[in-house]
């Protein structure tokens, strides 16, 4: 017999958990799918970097929204998931660059961030690690991280305390649209019904889209990732060349993670996200351009992970324009672990209330009917068919 309910998410990432957690919190009946184990892909792997400054424009309101939910974790899951205010020093190499950021600090502002202005002399007092070839940065003080491998599991927690049951191990196989309604099928032989359908399978949601003919051009890939061995403490923000090289944060104990660029192609097939060797020592090398005392620091781990893309670099994110009751949220192109909680929340209020106060149209499915313009840094980092240089 079929297990009916209201919604069923289909992804157990951080997208579908927040989303489980909201529609719970309304009192809703949802069901999450999950393949693997909740937090098992991107969610669970990512660098845990929650950046404001920077951002694409008609992200702000999203990415406030859901700052605002990571700074107020332990009231709303019951755990902080080592939320740290760190702050986020965007770094220029030259006079092109300094540009560069000042034009992302006046979108920025304008959008209500405070953005400091460092000139040499600023970094030399405030962050004197900084190497010498950075000329000037912008600091963003409410930017933060919070530690990837606890966020799911933890929202899956509160939102199951709520009432949402959230099922691992358990790969959806079959999706038909029915008469108001979805039914579907898991890879061991149970069926599920439901109103509303949220499709938050990360790289593997494009497929589902698919099937109900809104086909888009994602692909998979991932920044490869590296952590050094423990060393003293002595960063506290997290480092980012707007040059797109590498990101780095060091955690409380030491240890130094760093995601370097461009990012790698990875197979959500065979479930695989390799990182060859020359791009470990690439990010190194840029590492060390940024601060010179972690050149002979030893790598003791790289991954990366299987993220799905688009060439406009945003996501897919509403109703679906084919089928009533269907809701994609995917293709988070390597920034949606700062939005999957705000993203969650937006998915809940469209189904409760059928909209959602944040404006999201820039994120819709159809903008696929017509050709979408290829993003700069897209362009910098894949060739035409979504193949990682
Ligand atoms: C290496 C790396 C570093 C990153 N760093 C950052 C960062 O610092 N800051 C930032 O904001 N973002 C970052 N991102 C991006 C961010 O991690 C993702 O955008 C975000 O986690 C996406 O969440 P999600 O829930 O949509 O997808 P996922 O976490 O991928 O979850 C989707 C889930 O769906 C499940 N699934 C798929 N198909 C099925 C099926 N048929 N049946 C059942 N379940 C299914 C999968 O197993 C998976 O668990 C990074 C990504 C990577 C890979």
Redesign the pocket.
């Known amino acids: 017999m079929s297990t009916t309910v209201e919604t069923i998410i289909?992804?157990?990432?951080?997208?579908?958990v927040w989303t489980a957690y909201f529609l719970a919190k309304r009192g809703r009946s949802v069901i999450v799918?999950?393949?693997?184990s909740?937090?098992?892909?991107?969610?669970?792997?990512?660098?845990?970097?929650?950046?404001l400054q920077g951002r694409y424009p008609d992200q702000y309101p999203l990415s406030l929204r859901s700052q605002d939910l990571w700074e107020r974790l332990p009231e709303l899951i019951g755990d902080a998931c080592e939320y740290d205010r760190t702050g986020h020093l965007y770094c220029a190499f030259n006079e092109a660059e300094a540009e560069k950021l000042a034009h992302y600090a006046k979108v920025s502002r304008a959008n209500g961030i405070a953005i400091e202005d460092l000139d040499r002399s600023d970094l030399d007092k405030r962050f004197p690690y900084m190497g010498g070839k950075v000329i000037a940065a912008t600091f963003s003080e409410r930017d933060a991280v919070a530690n990837?491998r606890l966020a799911?599991p933890a929202t899956s927690r509160a939102a199951q305390a709520l009432g949402a049951t959230i099922i691992e191990n358990?790969?959806?196989?079959g999706i038909e649209a029915r008469n108001r309604g979805f039914e579907l099928r898991v890879d061991d032989g149970r069926t599920f019904s439901c109103t509303h359908l949220v499709n938050?399978?990360?790289?593997?949601?494009a497929d589902?889209a698919a099937r109900f003919g809104e086909t888009v051009p994602a692909f998979a890939a991932?920044?490869p990732?590296f952590v050094t061995e423990p060393v003293p403490y002595f960063i506290g923000p997290s480092i980012q060349t707007i040059d797109g090289s590498v990101i780095a944060r060091q955690i409380p104990r030491g240890n130094v993670i760093l995601?370097g660029y461009p990012r790698t192609a990875s197979d959500p097939v065979a479930n695989r996200?390799p990182v060859p060797p020359h791009k470990t020592l690439a990010g190194m090398t840029a590492l060390a351009r940024v601060i010179p005392a972690l050149a002979h620091a030893s790598v003791i781990r790289v991954?990366?992970?299987?993220?799905a893309y688009l060439p406009d670099m945003i996501p897919i994110i509403g109703p679906s324009h084919a089928i009533p009751g269907l809701f994609h949220?995917?293709g988070?192109c390597?920034?949606?672990?700062?939005?999957?909680p705000g993203v969650g929340l937006c998915l809940s209020e469209w189904i409760c209330d059928g909209h959602t106060p944040t404006p999201l149209a820039a994120f819709c499915i159809a903008r696929f009917k017509s050709e979408v313009a290829v993003s700069e840094k897209f362009k910098a980092e894949f060739d035409s068919g979504g193949q990682s240089r």
């Open positions: 289909i992804g157990g990432g951080l997208v579908g799918l999950e393949k693997e909740v937090g098992a892909q991107s969610s669970g792997v990512n660098f845990g970097n929650l950046r990837p799911t358990c790969r959806v196989t938050s399978a990360g790289a593997w949601a589902i991932g920044p990732q995601a996200a991954w990366s992970g299987i993220e949220a995917f988070f390597g920034h949606g672990y700062q939005i999957g």
